[in-house]
């Protein structure tokens, strides 16, 4: 399966935009990018997903690159309530697991 | 919240016992999953199904298996519980594309 790589935390301010940057060199042209979160004491929760065009919804933006080795996702005011591991996954969009890695710790000051 | 429900929340068991964890979903997804996830790692598939009857083995399956005799209930039985099977367990539902998850179940087996 093609891996991810993202930084393990990042710090935000609040109310300011937060940048979670993912590498995914070995990406095959099947794979979706998915980003999830999971706050404190929950399960994980589906955030946004795109091919290769950006993606924007109510909770936040993806911007892949045009090569499709990285992507950002991009939250654009930070709340207190968006502290959360965030977890960069690709995924084939056939139902299969999720494979989850370490994901990114995102702090966010008030 | 996805119409997903887990039981029991929390559970205290001794090692040699047998547990079952139910999942319970209203919104009919073909697709249902468990994962667990421990201290400091992301979150690892055990078992998922794609249908009634229909399951498969995911990454960390030994130990544990599975019955779906109904499309709304995903039964996850450890036979043996160990000290090793201590662990937050999460259901998930979903379509092909987005997994929903459920709650989670802190199980502390001694």
């Known amino acids: 399966d093609a891996k991810t790589t993202q930084p393990n935390s990042m710090e935000s301010n609040e109310e300011e935009p937060v940048h979670l940057p993912c590498n995914h060199s070995t990406i095959s042209g099947t794979d979706y990018i998915h980003w999830y979160r999971q706050l404190p004491s929950q399960g994980p929760e589906y955030v946004i997903h795109g091919l290769t065009s950006n993606v924007n919804n109510r909770m936040a933006s993806l911007a892949i690159a045009e090569d499709r080795k990285s992507s950002t996702l991009i939250l654009h005011r930070a709340t207190l309530r968006d502290a959360a591991v965030y977890y960069c996954?690709?995924?084939?969009?056939?139902?299969?697991?999720?494979?989850f890695g370490g994901g990114t710790r995102l702090m966010v000051k008030p | 919240d996805a119409g997903i429900t887990q039981s029991p929340r929390h559970k205290v068991t001794e090692t040699g016992t047998p547990v079952t964890l139910r999942c319970h979903q209203t919104?009919?997804?073909?697709?249902m999953y468990w994962y667990r996830q421990d201290p400091g790692h992301g979150l690892r598939l055990i078992h998922y199904?794609?249908?009634?009857?229909?399951?498969d083995k995911g990454e960390v399956s030994d130990g544990y298996s599975v019955s779906r005799s109904k499309t709304e209930d995903f039964l996850l039985t450890l036979e043996s519980a160990t000290s090793s099977q201590t662990s937050v367990y999460f259901c998930?539902?979903?379509?092909?594309?987005?997994?929903?998850f459920g709650p989670g179940t802190r199980l502390l087996v001694l």
């Open positions: 998930a539902i979903g379509d092909q594309e987005t997994q929903y």
């Open positions: 199904s794609y249908g009634v009857k229909d399951t």
């Open positions: 996954i690709l995924n084939n969009n056939a139902g299969n697991m999720l494979t």
């Open positions: 919104e009919n997804h073909r697709y």
